[in-house]
Each structure stands twice: as C-alpha cells, then as structure tokens.
C-alpha cells in the first residue's frame, strides 16, 4: 500500500498468493470492496486480482430484494419464522411489484459490490434460482453452477467441497460465511421455507433457504488453527477449507444443537433451534 492507502491490483493478487491460491485453487468469495481502504480500479480491480489468480472463483449473486415475496396469507409452516401477507389483495399487490428472476437481475445490495461487478463485467455462468443464485467463473464454473437444485440452493457449496475448495473471506466475518449454513442444513436446522415471483401472477415456495447468521462469529476460535490470515491493505482476507468450515460447525451444532444461534425468542435462531430439536431422539 502506497502512502496515500491505495490498494493496487497486483497488491491484491500477490496477498492472494501469498494466501496459498493458485490456477489450481477454487474459492467461494464473500467480499467487502471497502474493506481494503481504496482500491486504484475499485472492484473490477478485486474482480481482476481473484480472476487471474485463482482457477474458480465462485460468490453469491442473489436477487432476493427483488424477486422475493411474504408468504401468503394462511400459509403457515412449523418453525419457519417468516411473515404472511395480511390481506390476498396485498399478497397480490406485492406480487405485483417483484419481478421473476432473469439471468441480467443485479445481485442484492447487501451481497457487496465485487459480486455485482463480476457480473456485469467478467463472463461467467449463473444459476437460477429465484431467490438464491450463485455466480462462477473459470475452470469449474459450470460443475458448481449445475450442482444447485431448486430445492437444496447450497449444493454448489457441497461440489466445492468435492473439488477440495476454499472460502475466502475478505473484509468480512463469518456473519457472511454462508458455508456455515450447509453445516446446519445438513444437520436439519435452518430449513426455511421462502416465497418468490416466478412469472408474472405466480409465486413458488422455495424450500431449504438459510437463516440467520449474526452469531457465526463465535466459530472464529474454533476455526482459527485451520484458517490462514493476512492483510491486503486494510482488508482482513482469511481462508479456509470449505471441507474444514463444514467440520467444525457440524461439530460446534452437534455438540449443542443451539450453538452460533441468539436466545432470543422472536429471531430466527429459535425457529432454526427448534428445526433441528424435531429431529433429534427424546
Ligand atoms: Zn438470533
């Protein structure tokens, strides 16, 4: 980093080297943009740095802001910690208003920057389901893309674990590190039912969609012998097995079935808790 705290393309792509990535290397990017300081290039400079030294680079590009929907009213599942439309008139209302997916949707906001700006400006292949797409470029791209079914969104997260794959946290915290929930889904816990537009006048539910996160930091500990950490300007980049993330939060939930997850009675966690109390023996 220069003097004036500017992060150039090259300072990120050897920090990702010196991480131990490589053309062989695949890695599921959670990514903060303004996590580095500023970046000369900005993101298409992270595109560019994760692209030309990584074999496959995969990250989350869901379009939920815009293609997903309450529940209609009535529709009630057990633990599912979701909202109804009060009125069909404002189910319908709200439908309305949401589009169906499409391969050119952007990805949410609150995804970060870098994913967004990996599709609109590097070829890639996107999956697509409605709520909860993925993006991937290079050399396995469409292996991962190809591994998510409607009904299990995290699959790609499973065929990066077959390919021996990381996740790469840069800037963020484990609140991000969806890999963490395909440890919990595997365990029946966090298996939400959600709702979206998927033609004009028609909804889907969609099941197995994740839930809360917001106590995923507390596997750092557990986690820290297994994960390499550097600085990329003033990005925290750290990288783990998607194999060892697996194993350790399988670990922390099956030795505490409420473990990463809030007491509080009216969040999400207690519905995932509940989720995975149902089909643990008496
Ligand atoms: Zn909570």
Known sequence: MDEGGVVTEDEIAEGLVRLGLDSTSSVLVHASLRSFGRVDGGAEAVCRALIGTCGTVMMISGTWDLTGVAAPPGLVRPHNAYFNAETWAAFDEALGSAVPFTPDLPVDRWLGRVAETMRLGFAHERSTHPLFSFLAIGTHARRLIEAQRLEWPLGPIEALAE????????????????????????????????????????WMELPNVSGESHRFDEIEPELRPVTTELRIGDCRARLIAVEDVLACASRLIVTDPAAMLCRDQDCRCEAALQQRLAILPC
């Open 163 to 202: 390919l021996r794959g990381h996740v790469l946290l840069l800037g963020v915290g484990h609140t991000s590190n969806t890999t963490i929930h395909l440890a919990e889904q595997q365990l029946g816990r966090s298996r939400f039912y959600r709702y979206a537009k998927v033609a004009p006048g028609s």
